[in-house]
């Protein structure tokens, strides 16, 4: 298998400087980086599903425990095998298999059986075929995993994906619930937790007056779905909410990281425990806070319209789709929202443009015909930002004036 594409290096000096000084040996380092044996074969994460658990240096394999073990817990009992498999390494460790790559590992393998059963339960949601095991052994035969794997592997993955079919069809044997569960990139257990959490709590929802109040009624359930290291194992156990609430208001990493050096927190690393730096906050909060909650988000959202009675579901689905997409950009109030959407996509950015328009607007349109009217106020904010951002500015105001005229 081939592929093309273009590589670009961005520092002109690579090539400007290529026979000066130490500018010959950084354009020979460069040059390095294209020969084409360099390149690495093909690989599919989900190969990684079927092949054994390995030591912390990739040299041997856990011999306690099989590939198709493995596989076999993860795709017929989900999340519940999960945490057996995790129990059963650390009761029978063997030398050089750390507990936590070893965990990491099958963290992984299980988000890979997610992956397959989010993607199982659409394909089956809209499918007329009676013989859902055998459609999802021949998907599992189009996956470039199965191109690449051993004869072994392959049937490995036909069992895997037959193990993941046959618990959807006993777990969720409703086809339009499986539609609904699968358009949410969520596994069985997660979605069906989902939903019985909005069961359960649906009457209070309907009293939430505020995004702030929905969010910490939330915020449990979004802790409890999560598998993060860092959001299950920080202690003080509300640093984290306390960094989620700031994340929420708009603050900077550098004020994220200073609020929770100042709460004293720590999270596990091995059998240590390390305090946050700003590299763990930004991961944290674009890994974590930015996709992985507001996808749980628009699980409940989805949820609540498919549970909630009448119109009463689309009306209390609308303020955790709000909240969704706060979450995601880190973001203090809808006008902030609307102007990130628009164009200006960097959180800061968006904060201070939106400091010079008033509150009223709702819809991007809104905000479209209220950028004109404080021209001078917005530009005069972006002249402390990347051009790039006043040309965008720029590019809005003139797409609109030509549209209104």
Known sequence: MHTEGTVIFTDP???DDRRVGRGRYAWADTLKLLVPSSGAPTGSSLLELVAPLENDYRTESYQSLSAGAVTDILSSRGEKGLVELIQFVEANPEQGFGANEMRKQLRNKFLAVTAIESFLMETQGSSTSKDFVSEAEA???????????????????????????????????????????????????????????????????????SEDQLFAVLTPLLFSLTSNSLVRGTEPHGAISELIEGWL???TYKTLLENITATKATYPYGKQRRKFNIDII????????????????????????????????????????????????????????????????????????GEAIWDICTTIDEVKR????????????????????????????????????
């Open 370 to 405: 209220l950028l004109p009217l404080f021209f001078d106020e917005i530009n005069e904010i972006l002249q402390n930002y990347p051009t790039f951002f006043a040309d965008v500015f720029a590019n809005i105001v003139d797409k609109d004036s030509r549209t209104n005229a």
């Open 249 to 251: 208001n708009g603050d």
């Open 282 to 353: 930004v991961g944290l909060c674009e890994s974590v806070l930015s996709y992985e909650f507001p996808l749980y988000l628009a699980a409940v959202s989805e949820s609540l319209m498919s549970l909630a009675p009448f119109e009463e579901g689309e009306k209390l689905a609308k303020p955790v789709q709000e909240l969704q997409k706060r979450l995601k950009y880190g973001l203090p109030d809808r006008k902030s929202v609307l102007l990130f959407e628009l164009g200006f996509a960097e959180r800061v950015v968006a904060q201070a443009a």
């Open 139 to 209: 998907l599992a035969e189009e996956t470039l995993a199965y191109f690449l794997a051993t004869d072994d592997a392959k049937l490995q993955l036909r069992e895997v994906f037959a193990n993941i079919a046959l618990r959807i069809g006993v777990a969720v044997p409703d086809k339009e619930l499986q539609f609904r569960y699968g358009k949410t990139l969520l596994g069985v257990d997660q979605a069906l937790k989902i939903d019985d959490w909005v069961k359960e709590n649906l009457f209070d929802l309907i009293f939430m007056t």
């Open 13 to 15: 000096k690579l090539y």
